[in-house]
T-cell receptor, first 113, second 114 residues
Framework: KAGVTQTPRYLIKTRGQQVTLSCSPI?????VSWYQQTPGQGLQFLFE???????NKGNFPGRFSGRQFSNSRSEMNVSTLELGDSALYLC????????????FGPGTRLTVL | AQTVTQSQPEMSVQEAETVTLSCTYD???????LFWYKQPPSRQMILVIR??????QNATENRFSVNFQKAAKSFSLKISDSQLGDAAMYFC???????????FGKGTRLHILP
């Protein structure tokens, strides 16, 4: 079974631009969660989607948004990029019914200049 | 709010020796899960071991074992017979029952000395 995939792996943007990151979960997994990883703040939960609905949201500004499609693939969007948005963005998928063990993708490294 | 604290930013251990990584957490929940994740330089987050809070028995996965002290809210990871491939960032993490939100500690960078 293929693991969680994230595209692109690396991205460079400038302040003020917007960016869209993609995450494809493991086949059969319907929940996708997003995390931001920075040296200063560590790993922080962004949001979680299940069956196309956002079920949980972390403490991030409204510039961070996401969605999930009917095939469980998820996208995360950041508008009006700031330098502080430079981070590794990880997504994780899980299968309902188990203990919600989350399987992580390799991440997208976003650099904002 | 739940928090996870890892007090050791970095640790080193000689190859083949044993090392223990510390973690404490705070929660008012009685049912939850605790995890140790490993993140090597490749950045891929890998689950090392998990513990269900309702289980008194400490989890074990080959060379990895935990010391779960629920009353003390402590969850340490012991790595036996350390190998060079164990070098990585280790994150202690918490998840409430029925939730999909993982709360991570700041991590401990483990160096393996040959």
């Amino acid at each position: 079974k293929a693991g969680v995939t994230q595209t692109p792996r690396y991205l460079i943007k400038t302040r003020g631009q917007q960016v869209t990151l993609s995450c494809s979960p493991i086949s059969g997994h319907r929940s996708v969660s997003w995390y931001q990883q920075t040296p200063g703040q560590g790993l922080q939960f962004l949001f979680e989607y299940f069956s196309e609905t956002q079920r949980n949201k972390g403490n991030f500004p409204g510039r961070f948004s996401g969605r999930q499609f009917s095939n469980s693939r998820s996208e995360m969007n950041v508008s009006t990029l700031e330098l502080g948005d430079s981070a590794l963005y990880l997504c994780a998928s899980s299968q309902p019914g188990l203990i919600n063990e989350q399987f992580f993708g390799p991440g997208t490294r976003l650099t904002v200049l | 709010a739940q928090t996870v604290t890892q007090s050791q930013p970095e640790m080193s251990v000689q190859e083949a020796e044993t090392v223990t990584l510390s973690c404490t957490y705070d929660t008012s929940e009685s049912d939850y899960y605790l995890f140790w994740y490993k993140q090597p330089p490749s950045r891929q987050m890998i689950l090392v071991i998990r513990q269900e809070a309702y289980k008194q028995q400490n989890a074990t996965e080959n060379r990895f074992s935990v010391n779960f002290q629920k009353a003390a809210k402590s969850f340490s990871l012991k790595i036996s017979d350390s190998q060079l491939g164990d070098a990585a960032m280790y994150f202690c993490a918490y998840m409430a029952l029925g939730d999909d939100k993982i709360i991570f500690g700041k991590g401990t960078r483990l160096h393996i000395l040959p």
